[in-house]
């Protein structure tokens, strides 16, 4: 039992030197802009960019309209999947999983060619319409985060019994999933949506190809052309990504606490 527990340890200590020695060593380098002395310069040359706050402010937005696209989208197509269509569960699955198998720069290369200027539908010919092809891009690759999230949400409550009870007070369908199904599965639906957001926060292919001043390229451009500032935007961006995981934990943890006091 000693010996596995001490192998336990090692493997433990071994995995957290590979996880956060690369990302201590990148935090330590991006302080180092200063001579001879460690400072937030590169932090500081970083956040007041335009460009910074120009490509984050557009990625943000991106992100919250793909939440609300894939949050539209996902949680009906679950719920009825799970109620009234379970053979073709494992047909939506498969869908779902396809984003992960097919690359992005497949994804893209088929919107160029489906929606270029010279087709029936001429999105790429305006800004709206690129914009709108890239947030379709980006619910694409969240897809399965999204899904897995909502489905493990609606597997975790009795659906059938809460619908049947909302129809029998005269509920329509609008009204059972906006005031019955989504206020249950909130946890997951915030899961995914975070998940998403991290997912555009840090997407290159799709914005560059479709030349979007989003912040994925930004950050591919000063990696390109900048020594100290990479590294801050590599720290920045991290830590996007794990507040976002934080933030689940937290809602996650808050409401399993309000649920066992009520």
Avoid at 46 to 51: H, K, N, S
Avoid at 129 to 156: E, I, K
Wanted: glycine residues 6%; positive net charge; hydrophobic residues 55%.
């Amino acid at each position: 039992m000693n010996a596995q527990r001490i192998a336990a340890w090692i493997a433990l200590a071994f995995g957290l030197i590979y996880f956060f020695l690369p990302l201590i060593g990148t935090i330590e380098f991006s302080l180092r802009m200063r001579r001879g002395e460690y400072s937030l310069d590169a932090y500081r040359v970083v956040l007041g960019d335009p460009r910074f706050q120009q490509t984050f402010t557009y990625s943000v937005v991106m992100a919250l309209c793909t939440i609300v696209v894939g949050v539209l989208l996902v949680v009906p197509t679950a719920y009825w999947v799970r109620l009234k269509l379970p053979r073709l569960r494992p047909v939506v699955e498969f869908i779902t999983l396809l984003p992960l198998v097919i690359p992005p720069i497949v994804i893209v290369f088929g919107y160029i060619r489906m929606y270029n200027t010279s087709s029936l539908l001429p999105l790429t010919g305006s800004a709206t319409g690129t914009n709108f092809l890239l947030m379709m891009g980006y619910a694409t690759l969240a897809l399965p985060y999204m899904y897995r999230a909502v489905d493990t949400g609606l597997r975790a409550i009795d659906i059938r019994t809460l619908t049947e009870a909302a129809q029998s007070l005269g509920a329509g369908w609008v009204t059972i999933m906006a005031r019955v199904i989504l206020p249950n599965v909130l946890v997951a639906v915030l899961s995914g949506a975070f998940l998403t957001f991290a997912i555009v926060i840090g997407e290159f292919v799709l914005a560059a190809l479709l030349n979007r001043p989003a912040f994925g390229p930004y950050l591919q451009l000063i990696g390109a052309n900048r020594a100290y500032e990479p590294a801050a935007l590599a720290v920045i961006a991290f830590s996007i990504t794990w507040i976002c995981m934080g933030l689940i934990q937290l809602v996650t943890r808050f409401t399993k606490h309000t649920q066992v006091r009520r």
